[in-house]
């Protein structure tokens, strides 16, 4: 059996692994330690069991990961987000958006879109939006006489954003797999990521003034005094605190002013002054910020120890090389490859979260870009974008998961599907501008940073 066959069956023992359950970044470590002592096996050469190369690979990439100063913005980014949750700040702001937003159709599900996009560029996570979400504005739209799939959408779709808008952890993510900017993939990303939620609210509004009866308009007495120097108050006091961390994040970074560490240090010492000033910086809510951010940023690093390893030995016993000579075998046309490339992420993300999927699977296309002619950058954004759709598309519509798990007990998974397609007609729409016209990703990166070489 050749070595190109058995790292296919690596791969393929590896994805059936998962689908049953095992843990996603011990699998990969003890599948790569595994057939990479087969890989680097020499029995002329070994003086014990344990000398082996594989072993020291193992080792290089544990410190590898440790050291790269990438990396280290993502638990910064991390305890931002988190430590912004655990202070209530979120209820304040979905209320103000809320009224800053009644007077346009659908004015409730606007709010929580925005409120969706805001927090979700602030903490990345996706199951901790949908979720926050849906204990807060869904129970509020359904009390609203709001269509239950209607709202269940808005929630899903806006909860999903922060996958693309910066300071996204994603693309660090992606940044650290690809060396691509940082900088140049926010850049690239912010007129997608606002195009696709500028989608989401004018399909929001174009339908609650096509059937108001799917979003009523919000009664006097439910909104209180409306008077306009108690929104300028509220707004003051819950979005505009908020809005100007991330923007001050992300603007550093722009700007060449911080790297995307010190700006993550910059954001999460904003996020502790912001809660402070709320008068919701407590202990225990503290404790509970920084267990979540050491528990998430330990699964991501994990996740580069075990995926660099397993990608290691899968180069070694020619998997790239099969899988790229078989590709470029096809005579695909770049869009063509572009297309193919992002319908496997699009399957992959049922049941895989995007930073398996950008870790472990992305880097298998990278090889073949240069040979498509695609900039690399281009290809993270549309990977960002479609990953929206992973998590919005049933059977497997991890986001739906997450609302129906917090929902109230009358609201069926059914419900919920149906109101995620409109918004995932929105995602695939938005796709395909970003095929036709390429330049709305790459014109910001340009313009600023000039044409990468």
């Known amino acids: 059996m050749s070595d190109p066959l058995i790292a296919v069956i690596m791969l393929g023992i590896f994805i059936l692994t998962i689908l049953l359950g095992f843990p996603i970044c011990f699998t990969l470590m003890a599948m790569g330690v595994a057939f990479g002592y087969y890989a680097y096996y020499d029995a002329e050469r070994m003086s014990s069991i344990f000398d082996n190369q594989i072993f020291d690979l193992l080792v290089n990439q544990t410190y590898s990961v440790m050291a790269?100063?990438?990396?280290?913005?993502?638990?910064?980014?991390?305890?931002?987000?988190?430590?912004?949750?655990?202070?209530?700040?979120?209820?304040?702001?979905?209320?103000?958006?809320?009224?800053?937003?009644?007077?346009?159709?659908?004015?409730?599900?606007?709010?929580?879109?925005?409120?969706?996009?805001?927090?979700?560029?602030?903490?990345?996570?996706?199951?901790?939006?949908?979720?926050?979400?849906?204990?807060?504005?869904?129970?509020?739209?359904?009390?609203?006489?709001?269509?239950?799939?209607?709202?269940?959408?808005?929630?899903?779709?806006?909860?999903?954003l922060g996958i693309l808008i910066p300071p996204s952890i994603m693309l660090i993510v992606y940044s650290a797999t690809s060396n691509v900017s940082v900088v140049r993939l926010y850049a690239g990303a912010i007129l997608p990521g606002f195009m696709l939620a500028g989608l989401y609210v004018l399909y929001v509004m174009g339908r609650a003034m096509w059937n108001p009866k799917l979003a009523p308009k919000p009664k006097a007495e439910d909104m209180g005094d409306l008077s306009y120097g108690r929104v300028i108050i509220m707004m003051m006091t819950s979005f505009f605190p908020l809005a100007f961390l991330i923007l001050s994040v992300?603007?550093?970074?722009?700007?060449?002013?911080?790297?995307?560490?010190?700006?993550?240090?910059?954001?999460?010492?904003?996020?502790?002054?912001?809660?402070?000033?709320?008068?919701?910086?407590?202990?225990?809510r503290l404790k509970e910020s920084v267990y979540l951010t050491v528990r998430t940023s330990a699964m991501v690093c994990w996740l580069f120890v075990g995926s660099w390893t397993f990608a290691s030995v899968f180069s070694y016993l020619g998997g790239h090389s099969l899988i790229e000579e078989t590709v470029l075998g096809m005579g695909?046309?770049?869009?063509?490859?572009?297309?193919?490339?992002?319908?496997?992420?699009?399957?992959?993300?049922?049941?895989?979260?995007?930073?398996?999927?950008?870790?472990?699977?992305?880097?298998?296309?990278?090889?073949?870009?240069?040979?498509?002619?695609?900039?690399?950058?281009?290809?993270?954004?549309?990977?960002?974008?479609?990953?929206?759709?992973?998590?919005?598309?049933?059977?497997?519509?991890m986001a739906a998961y997450y609302l129906k798990g917090v929902a109230p007990p009358h609201v069926q998974l059914i419900d919920i599907f149906k109101g995620v397609l409109p918004f995932l007609s929105m995602v695939i729409l938005a796709m395909v501008l970003l095929y036709v016209f390429p330049q709305i990703i790459m014109y910001l990166p340009d313009l600023v940073y000039g044409k990468a070489r």
């Open 250 to 284: 992300l603007g550093a970074i722009l700007f060449g002013l911080a790297t995307p560490s010190e700006a993550a240090s910059m954001g999460a010492l904003g996020g502790l002054v912001l809660a402070a000033a709320y008068r919701a910086l407590t202990w225990e």
């Open 332 to 397: 695909l046309t770049p869009v063509m490859f572009l297309i193919m490339a992002q319908f496997i992420i699009f399957l992959l993300g049922w049941p895989l979260e995007w930073s398996e999927i950008i870790i472990i699977f992305v880097p298998i296309f990278l090889p073949m870009l240069p040979a498509f002619g695609v900039d690399p950058l281009f290809f993270g954004i549309l990977v960002a974008m479609n990953l929206q759709t992973s998590f919005l598309t049933p059977p497997m519509a």
């Open 68 to 160: 790269n100063d990438v990396l280290t913005a993502v638990p910064l980014f991390l305890f931002m987000g988190y430590i912004v949750e655990r202070a209530n700040i979120v209820d304040r702001l979905f209320f103000s958006m809320q009224i800053a937003a009644r007077r346009l159709p659908g004015s409730m599900a606007i709010a929580a879109l925005g409120t969706c996009a805001l927090f979700a560029t602030a903490t990345g996570i996706i199951g901790a939006v949908v979720t926050l979400m849906g204990l807060l504005a869904f129970p509020s739209m359904l009390k609203a006489r709001y269509d239950t799939s209607f709202a269940a959408g808005v929630i899903c779709a806006g909860g999903c």
